[in-house]
T-cell receptor, first 111, second 113 residues
Framework: GQNIDQPTEMTATEGAIVQINCTYQ??????LFWYQQHAGEAPTFLSY????GLEEKGRFSSFLSRSKGYSYLLLKELQMKDSASYLC????????????FGKGTHLIIQP | GAVVSQHPSRVICKSGTSVKIECRSL??????MFWYRQFPKQSLMLMAT?????????EQGVEKDKFLINHASLTLSTLTVTSAHPEDSSFYIC?????????FGQGTRLTVV
């Protein structure tokens, strides 16, 4: 079966750094995605990792270790607007396959 | 980046009626599109894979006759919720891949009363 685990909720302070972890056990692996979702809205794409290592995009970075079935999303210089749910999703097949999503991590940013 | 447009964003319908949701890829062709459902405070669950020119592939537990999918062109997929009931009230989201990324429509909030 497919299993993706991430913390349910995290709290961080404005201006600080937060790391959201994701572990996965899937039948196959063809890339891992991170999405941001505000309440009542569709997810927006943040990052994609298919090879081991760190991908950096401005204030957001994502890391992948395929041997460990592990990824994290790193958010720097946190802003109040970063309060949202962050979804980890795995493509266990090819381009014709849908994604399997974790339950999402609700991130609360405090002043 | 690629844009996926979904319509309508909100719909309220009476129990027993049918509702059609459209999903369009605006600047790329998508032979495959995906339909997800999300209940409050839950994650996105894949319902079905829509294939242009052929039958959709449904995930286990999703009723084919209730959730009709048509993928008539390379840029349009539709999901019709037939004989809707209150338990079908949910947030429905479509997605299309523009390799390697996956983009999502704006979502449709369906409320069945």
């Amino acid at each position: 079966g497919q299993n993706i685990d991430q913390p349910t909720e995290m709290t961080a302070t404005e201006g600080a750094i937060v790391q959201i972890n994701c572990t996965y056990q899937t039948s196959g692996f063809n890339g891992l995605f991170w999405y941001q979702q505000h309440a009542g809205e569709a997810p927006t794409f943040l990052s994609y990792n298919v090879l081991d290592g760190l991908e950096e995009k401005g204030r957001f970075s994502s890391f992948l270790s395929r041997s460990k079935g592990y990824s994290y999303l790193l958010l720097k210089e946190l802003q109040m607007k970063d309060s949202a749910s962050y979804l980890c999703a795995v493509n266990s097949g090819g381009g014709a396959d849908g994604l399997t999503f974790g339950k999402g991590t609700h991130l609360i940013i405090q002043p | 980046g690629a844009v996926v447009s979904q319509h309508p964003s909100r719909v309220i319908c009476k129990s027993g009626t049918s509702v059609k949701i459209e999903c369009r890829s605006l600047d790329f062709q998508a032979t495959t599109m995906f339909w997800y459902r999300q209940f409050p405070k839950q994650s996105l669950m894949l319902m079905a894979t829509s294939n242009e020119g052929s039958k959709a592939t449904y995930e286990q537990g999703v009723e084919k006759d209730k959730f009709l999918i048509n993928h008539a062109s390379l840029t349009l997929s539709t999901l019709t919720v037939t004989s809707a009931h209150p338990e079908d009230s949910s947030f429905y989201i479509c997605s299309a891949r523009d390799e390697p990324e996956a983009f999502f429509g704006q979502g449709t909030r369906l409320t069945v009363v």
